[in-house]
């Protein structure tokens, strides 16, 4: 097969105009309910994580209640773990037992169901998978893995074959693009720096041009993310705000940011340092008025529930959404003659030429822009109700050339943060 296959991209077309999206992290690390990475952070052995697997009970699993919050919060694809770096397996996959349809107390396959519940919402569907895999024999010890400083461990390093592992990965990933339907995005976690005396994994050990081959061989059109070290569809920064448009070297690229609401993407008990709903509001705002899009994170628990914790936040956003989705699907980044103003940010959907003023702070009565022959109408996007605007210095209202002055109501309208619909000329 011809190396031309890696230069093949992906179909994105759906995923900009979609913007938003639900990320799902879900394994054997909800039990311990301290971190996805509990069993690296704590330096766990096996046999003492194994007491996970064996008391993994779901019983309240409902993907249908899973693909309803997600609906019903704007989001339009999902990402679910299919396996993190733990290891364990959600599908049925033929390749190990380490997975959720042989744990003793479940006994049954999470992704299908789920994958139908998400699908039969039109929600789009993607499969996170983990490079790392701390529980295969063959995955070689590296600076993330839990036995780093386990000498007794590291004595069989020798023994490994990353080339067993490899095909171990193959083989998942290649069930995963075939047994599920219409795949629109993988998302594969992660390239490893050499730190130490470890050495780094990328694209050699995961074998990543054998992957991508793969992959557009059984998908055609599926988004792939970044992290197999040969970039494809998305660049995907985490946990930190990009101040403007995600580019690689010097050029503009298709991005999406991923955030938690809390401190973990695994199910996390104890942590506090849970964002409000109106800065998760804010972040879709931001991320969209950058160009990119938002994958927001939920970490359900033990027993298969989203907690009450992610709930709230999921129906504030869908509260939000419900009034003023226009102005995230469809949009992006304004053109730049559209000259933000203090504490807002604009998104624009070139689709309908439409312009929207997020007022990140609700200002005193009146608003400035200063692009005035291109305000057509202006209305609040919460209710439809007219901005009235005024383009001529009055007695006590000073407009300079080329500037509008738009009068709000003194009352901030209440939603978490209003939008000013503009419709060009
Ligand atoms: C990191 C972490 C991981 C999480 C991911 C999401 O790479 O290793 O736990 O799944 O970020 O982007």
Known sequence: MSDSILKQKGDTSWFTHDRFGMFIHWGLYSLPARHEWVRS???????????????????????????????????????????????????????????????????????????????????????????????????????????????????????????????????????????????????????????????????????????????????????????????????????NQPAEWHTV??????????????????????????????????????????????????????RGEFDSRAIYRLDGLGEWMKRHSRSIYGCTEAPKEFICPKDCRLTYNPETKRLYVHLFSWPSKHIYLDFADKIGYAQLLNDASEVQFKTSSTWNVKVKKNQACLTLPELKPMVEVPVIEIFLK
């Open 249 to 302: 070297k010097g050029k503009k690229v298709t991005w999406e940011v991923c955030h938690t609401f809390s401190g973990s993407w695994g199910y996390h008990r104890d942590e506090q340092t849970w964002k409000s709903t109106e800065t998760c509001i804010k972040l879709l705002i931001d991320t969209v008025s950058k160009g990119g899009n938002l994958l927001l994170n939920v970490g359900p628990n033990a």
């Open 41 to 239: 952070y704590e330096g766990i052995p096996e046999k003492d994580y194994q007491k996970y697997f064996d008391h993994f009970e779901p019983d309240l699993y409902n993907p249908e209640a899973w693909a309803d919050a997600a609906a019903k919060a704007g989001m339009k694809y999902f990402v679910i773990t299919t396996k993190h770096h733990e290891g364990f397996c959600l599908w049925d996959t033929k390749y190990t037992d380490y997975k959720a349809s042989e744990t003793p107390l479940y006994g049954k396959d999470l992704l299908t169901p789920m994958v139908n519940a998400f699908r039969n919402r039109g929600i789009k569907v993607g499969f996170y998978h983990s490079l790392l895999d701390w529980s295969h024999p063959d995955y070689t010890v590296d600076n993330c893995h839990p036995m780093r400083n386990n000498k007794e461990y590291l004595k069989n390093e020798s023994k490994k074959n990353m080339a067993n592992y490899r095909k171990y990965l193959y083989g998942q990933v290649e069930e995963l693009t075939t047994l599920f339907g219409k795949i629109d995005i993988i998302w594969f976690d992660f390239s490893i720096a050499p730190k130490g005396e470890f050495k780094g994994k990328g694209k050699k050990e995961w074998g990543s041009e054998e992957l991508i081959k793969m992959i557009r061989k059984n998908q055609p059109g599926i988004v792939i993310n970044d992290r197999l070290q040969i970039p494809q569809d998305t660049f995907t920064p985490e946990q």
